[in-house]
């Protein structure tokens, strides 16, 4: 027999005793309130009976099933039905034996007393739990939202006895002030929190809260950091659809909360229609962005997913995390670069994807101004690799994931980047398969972000750095980011650039204060702040789109469409093989040279070589960086004001 058997088995043995007992008890009152004796010869010759009568019943009530801790109304409607039905049955079997009528009197007791004794065996063990928690380390909070999410989860808190006791609501709502909802009172506004905290002596505050608008929850969320209190929030609606949380598994608040803007949210229909079934290659598989990726496809049901990655060790973990999630949907890890155009052949040859999600890159602008010939090998000769495999064997689609750094460059990332839309869209024009560049800007938490090195540097007690006072970037998280690419790869039409509206742009100083704050610390008084200046090839803001773009709506409301204008292709095969040829031979002067000829916006210098001669044209480009810079500085609001 296995331990689990036995356990269960043991289980029935221990509930059988238990429900004999009550019934025994039960009916031994009632004869004890209805004769004053225990020795009537009815008890002891009924009792068989009964039991027989009332664990019958019982079974089929299904009594047996609850487990009692959790017990609620439908459970003491469950016993009131059963006890219900076991004394009317026992009531008919004394009448039709023809049995003294005193015996109803007894049954009648017996049936309220075996109601009062079963609810209250079912409703003691949750009544223990709840008013006399186990747990040494129990937390008070002081929830907002007396709504229906905050009712929810306040009702399962206290159910689950979950670390924390719910002590206080605040509500905006004057109706309900001075109620209480699961004996919990509400005891005034969101704006008397911190006093309300104070009174309570509360360690945390939950913010459950909703259906409010970005800018009252931005307010909300501002009054509840202000408290000195760390602020949790309830899982989202997808963390509790695709990782199966209950709304009393609180979270952390995450940057992502304090973003000026509401989650964007798509159609998967059309998401669905691309990908299911198919064939779906993403390079750069194993990052940040790439692994999203495979987890979102993967969630269309593809026919085989291809996780292409040079990182050995990313690709490793990416394996494992894929099969546990990918339920039956073919995922094959390849270790390869995209600079390998004869091991990608021979990919393409074997497996022949439909779909080409092309994220691999190298990303990190400081570092590449000190080796641009890896950025253009990489970001551009990989590109090309790519895409041109992509139109030899025919696939469907071809999706680059591109960034807001191509957009009026002054880092070699920025221009290699820009570089390989321009490959994309010059093989788009001569090729079946639908070419799309995706642009966008930062995203919260992607490997080397901002947020790792303030993470970081908060361990080791500071100071958290920023560049400048006044950078500012966009950003936007990333399943949320993901979630648009692959909306936007869906879209018919002719290859595009399309490019997600990502809503202001975010002061890095203020993303540095806010992180500080959700860290539990304040900033400047427990961790400094310090500017160190702008890194080589970084800018004061980022731009999505130049003036000679254009960008026009999409069918959704977060996706922009702007096509590159086509003098930008003339002879582009053959000048971007020069690059790349200056690249492999690692020739520097004239690998820049090319780079400013290819992209003419591109005014940065890498790192060890001597800035362009200025002209009229430069001194133009950077009087326009500083006029934009100023007028970014003056009219755009911080995340703080937003």
């Known amino acids: 027999m296995s331990v689990p058997t036995a356990m269960l088995r043991a289980r029935s043995v221990c509930l059988l005793t238990a429900q004999s007992a009550l019934v025994a008890v039960s009916l031994a009152s009632a004869f004890a309130l209805h004769e004053g004796t225990l020795g009537s010869r009815y008890f002891w010759a009924g009792l068989p009976i009964v039991l027989s009568v009332k664990l019958a019943m019982a079974a089929l009530a299904g009594l047996h099933r609850g487990i009692w801790r959790y017990a609620g109304i439908r459970d003491l409607m469950a016993t009131a039905r059963w006890t219900g039905a076991s004394s009317l049955l026992l009531v008919i079997m004394v009448l039709a034996a023809g049995l003294p009528l005193g015996l109803l009197a007894v049954a009648v007791i017996d049936g309220l007393l075996s109601f009062v004794l079963f609810v209250t065996a079912r409703v003691a063990p949750r009544v223990l739990r709840e008013f006399a928690p186990s747990a040494a380390d129990v937390r008070s909070l002081v929830v907002v939202g007396a709504g229906d999410a905050g009712e929810a989860v306040v009702r399962e808190l206290v159910a689950r006895s979950a670390g924390y006791v719910p002590v206080a609501f ?31 002596d509360a360690d945390a505050v939950l913010v459950a809260m909703c259906g409010v608008g970005a800018q009252r929850k931005r307010e909300i969320l501002e009054i509840a950091r202000a408290t000195g209190r760390p602020v949790k929030r309830i899982p989202s609606r997808d963390e509790m659809l695709g990782s199966g949380a209950a709304i009393g598994d609180l979270r952390d608040l995450t940057l992502e909360d304090l973003l000026p803007r509401r989650p964007v949210r798509t159609d998967r229909e059309p998401v669905t229609g691309l990908l299911t079934g198919r064939t779906v290659l993403v390079t750069g598989a194993a990052g940040s962005i ?12 593809p026919a085989r997913l291809l996780m292409l990655d040079s990182n050995e060790n990313a690709l490793f973990e990416l394996e494992h ?22 091991r990608l052949d021979r990919i393409f ?8 999600f092309h994220a691999a890159a190298y990303k990190h602008v400081p570092v590449l101004e000190h080796f641009p010939e890896e950025a253009v090998r990489n970001n551009v000769k990989g590109t090309r690799c790519v895409a041109e495999l992509a139109h030899a064997y025919g696939a469907d689609r071809f999706v680059l994931i591109s960034t807001d750094k191509a957009v009026r460059p002054t880092s070699v990332m920025g221009t290699t980047k820009r570089v390989a839309e321009m490959v994309v869209r010059e093989i788009d024009r001569r090729s079946d398969t639908r070419f799309r560049v995706i642009r966008f800007g930062n995203v919260l938490g992607s490997n080397g972000s901002v947020l790792q ?3 970081r540097q908060i361990a080791e007690g500071g100071p958290v750095t920023v560049t400048h006072p006044e950078i500012r970037r966009f950003f936007m998280s990333i399943p949320e980011a993901v979630e648009l690419v692959l909306f936007a790869a869906a879209l018919e039409g002719e290859g595009r650039t399309f490019i997600l509206d990502m809503g202001k742009q975010v002061r890095i100083y203020d993303l540095a204060r806010h992180f500080i704050r959700m860290c539990g610390l304040e900033p400047e008084r427990d961790i400094p702040i310090e500017f160190v200046g ?19 709506a999409t069918e959704h409301p977060s996706i922009l469409c702007a096509p590159l204008a086509d003098d930008e292709l ?20 004239q690998l820049v040279a090319h780079l400013r000829a290819l992209v003419p916006d591109y005014n940065g210098t890498p790192v060890g070589m001597e800035p ?30 937003a």
């Open 453 to 455: 090195l303030f993470r």
């Open 170 to 200: 605040v509500d905006d709502d004057p109706r309900k002030r001075g109620m209480s909802i699961h004996g919990v009172p509400v005891q005034g506004r969101t704006s008397d929190l911190a006093a309300i905290v104070e009174r309570h």
């Open 612 to 641: 362009p001669p200025v002209n009229g044209s430069a001194i133009e480009a950077v009087a326009h960086l500083v006029a934009r810079e100023r007028d970014l500085a003056e009219n755009e609001p911080s995340l703080a004001t």
């Open 321 to 342: 995390e894929m099969r546990a999630r990918s339920a039956g949907v073919h995922c094959v890890p390849l270790l390869c670069s995209v600079q390998d155009k004869d």
């Open 290 to 301: 790439g692994s999203e990726l495979a987890r979102q496809v993967v969630a269309h049901r």
């Open 349 to 356: 040859r074997q497996y022949r994807p439909e779909v080409v």
């Open 570 to 589: 003339l002879g582009l095969p053959q000048r971007v093989q020069s690059l790349i040829d200056w690249a492999e031979e690692g020739n520097r002067e």
């Open 534 to 552: 702008l890194r080589p090839g970084e800018k004061l803001y980022e731009e999505l789109w130049t003036e000679a773009e254009v960008p026009v």
